[in-house]
């Protein structure tokens, strides 16, 4: 290994090896290039290796699925990827979420779940159990990268993204396999889709929408990436081709965490209004084919459709809450 090569560089960073203005040369320099898909998957690996990781058995891991995006879209919706977890979990889905609270929006996913009753500060073995208990756990990024602490204010000193702006997604201390992944930029899908091959996933859609969010969008068409078993195909989502009514950014604008949560509980009562329904249905029927429930796009929008339908995501809101109020 040479003395240059991305391995040991990402080594001393997180080992706080690193003097503050190499380490900020290095992440400029990262970024001014683009990050390649082999230095992602490195670093991500690195992390992962400096990361406190949940117990969870071998077979609980290979279910695991994380809905998640990088931010950074400023689009100012609600959360959706949050909403969508939470309705996976009641759908029979494994998800284990790893986030944070807010960076760059108003209401990160610590935000909402925490307005939404659930308790965020759980061990990782209380995790593990709320994993088993309800298919659901938020895995709070802050007390699982430890190594962050000294690299926090080195990030903060660069006025625009940095490599961990893409790192988060990529950094699952409970090692999901399967993903639906959101990015700010579809220069970066194909990037993103390549390191989640070498990290060998089973299977992830990697989306960025024509309207700039890291979501699958109803105002336009979406750009993916999808890995399976190895192979990176590519294409274009475009969601009236699936019957959904075009929609505006407007339409789906959040708030303040518990705006958001007012309407995280409204879309799972039937009260939301059609483009909120809409949004998470479209972006849950493709994480529901990224986790392997489903034969084909049009059955994962009827399970989700019907699952919203039949109430079950309310009640089991309450029961992953109630859950992580006991074991707290």
């Not at 969010?213 to 195909?233: K, R």
């Amino acid at each position: 290994m040479s003395a240059h090569s991305p391995k040991e560089k990402f080594e001393k960073l997180f080992n706080n090896e690193m003097e503050w203005e190499e380490a900020r040369s290095f992440l400029i320099e990262l970024y001014e290039k683009g990050e390649t898909p082999g230095e992602i998957a490195t670093a991500a690996s690195t992390m992962r290796a400096h990361s406190i990781k949940l117990p969870i058995p071998e077979a609980l891991r290979e279910q695991a699925i994380d809905v998640v995006g990088t931010g950074g879209d400023k689009s100012g919706s609600f959360n959706i990827s949050t909403t969508v977890s939470l309705l996976l979990a009641s759908l029979g889905s494994v998800v284990a979420k790893h986030g944070s609270r807010s960076i760059t929006s108003k209401s990160g996913a610590a935000d909402v779940l925490d307005v939404l009753g659930i308790h965020l500060n759980l061990t990782p073995q209380q995790q593990v159990q709320m994993l088993e208990e309800t298919g659901f756990c938020f895995i709070f990024a802050m007390n699982h990268h430890p190594v962050m602490k000294h690299l926090m204010p080195i990030r903060k000193s660069i006025a625009y993204r940095t490599i961990f702006n893409i790192l988060g997604p990529l950094t699952n201390p409970a090692g999901a396999k399967k993903y639906l992944l959101g990015v700010f930029s579809p220069d970066y899908i194909g990037r993103i889709a390549e390191a989640l091959k070498a990290l060998e996933v089973t299977r992830a859609y990697v989306v960025s929408s024509d309207d700039g969010m890291d979501e699958i969008s109803l105002a336009t068409t979406t750009q993916f990436a999808y890995v399976a078993n190895g192979v990176i195909s590519e294409g274009v989502i475009d969601p009236q081709e699936w019957g959904f009514a075009p929609a505006p950014k407007e339409a789906i604008l959040g708030g303040d965490a518990i705006d958001n949560a007012k309407i995280t509980r409204a879309i799972f009562s039937g009260e939301a209004t059609d483009a909120q329904r809409d949004i998470v249905t479209l972006n849950a029927g493709f994480a529901l084919y990224a986790d392997g429930r489903a034969r084909d796009m049009q059955e994962a929008f009827e399970i989700v459709r019907a699952g919203l339908e039949s109430g079950m995501a309310k009640v089991h809101l309450e029961k992953i809450a109630e859950v992580s109020r006991k074991l707290a």
